[in-house]
């Protein structure tokens, strides 16, 4: 079965009647969903998948989800920062080896304010996807930049473009 990232805007609070219709069919197909912890788009995608009856929904994150309502399974990375170095070392949390430096933090507290920080768990869910439906409002970058990695990494994405 394939894994399916959701992901999207966070100015977009539904998904829209097509998407779940896509969402209830894949679902009794028996395949894997993968979403974030934003709100917005991510928040609704949960919502959407456990009013679905989904149980097979990961959800990727940072350190601890700001978001899973519904309880779905978690895929959180941790940091770890060097002040002699100023380097970020980013791990997942279930003990695998692979680790992501982000370079020149100059504090701690900075490190979740850093868009490189995001952008690791976007690179991973990306990574861990066979396909991926999105929700765009037209303007966010960083919804931009999923769908380009997307076309980068060859894999098919589904956009819905939403007006907010």
């Not at 991510?42 to 994150?61: E, I, P, R």
């Amino acid at each position: 079965m394939a894994k399916i990232m959701l992901f999207g805007s966070s100015t977009i609070f539904g998904v829209p009647s097509e998407a779940s219709q896509w969402l209830e069919a894949y679902i009794a197909q028996g395949h894997e969903f993968i979403v974030g912890d934003c709100k917005g788009a991510d928040a609704a995608f949960h919502k959407a998948l456990s009013s679905l009856g989904a149980t097979n929904v990961t959800v990727y994150c940072m350190d601890e989800p700001r978001n899973n309502l519904y309880r779905f399974n978690v895929k959180s990375f941790i940091t770890g920062y060097n002040e002699e170095t100023k380097q970020v070392e980013i791990a997942a949390k279930d003990g695998s080896i692979e680790t992501f430096i982000i370079d020149n933090v100059e504090k701690a507290m900075d490190i979740p304010h850093n868009r490189q920080w995001y952008e690791f768990k976007d690179k991973k869910m990306i990574e861990d996807c066979d396909m991926a439906i999105g929700l765009w409002d037209g303007k966010s970058k960083g919804t931009l930049h999923v769908i380009q990695l997307m076309n980068i990494y060859n894999k098919p994405c589904y956009t819905f473009t939403m007006e907010v």
